[in-house]
């Protein structure tokens, strides 16, 4: 499974960005995928995840009702909306699929397949 992330961007405080996550590879309908990030100086973090079959969506109190997890299993693709965006918000965001399918974690130590991060700058 492989994973590629892309959306990031530079946004004042109170704006919104859309991130992207296409998965290749066999099975892609058959995995649930999280958004994680990290941020400068600090330690990576959970996000939000998504089933494999879009339903029960979970998120980070910091993020509930700000971001949006979804997914389009007809094109291999997780999206993460961001609404809301505060200063500290600003990261390295990765999406990331646990090593076994139907499975899906609020800790981003259970996620074994990684994309390369795309950078989220939030400036106030």
């Known amino acids: 499974v492989q994973l590629q992330a892309s959306g990031g961007g530079s946004v004042q405080a109170g704006g919104s960005l859309s991130l992207s996550c296409t998965l290749s590879g066999r099975g892609f309908s058959n995995y649930g995928v999280g958004w994680l990030r990290q941020a400068p100086g600090k330690e990576r973090e959970f996000v939000a995840a998504?089933?494999?079959?879009?339903?029960?969506?979970l998120y980070a109190d910091s993020v509930k009702g700000r971001f949006t997890i979804s997914r389009d299993n007809a094109r291999n693709t997780v999206f993460l909306r961001m609404d809301g965006l505060k200063p500290e918000d600003t990261a390295v965001y990765y999406c990331?699929?646990?090593?076994?399918?139907?499975?899906?974690?609020?800790?981003?130590?259970?996620?074994?397949?990684w994309g390369k991060g795309t950078l989220v700058t939030v400036s106030s």
């Open positions: 998504i089933k494999w079959s879009g339903e029960d969506p």
């Open positions: 990331a699929a646990p090593q076994s399918t139907y499975t899906y974690y609020t800790s981003w130590r259970w996620y074994h397949y």
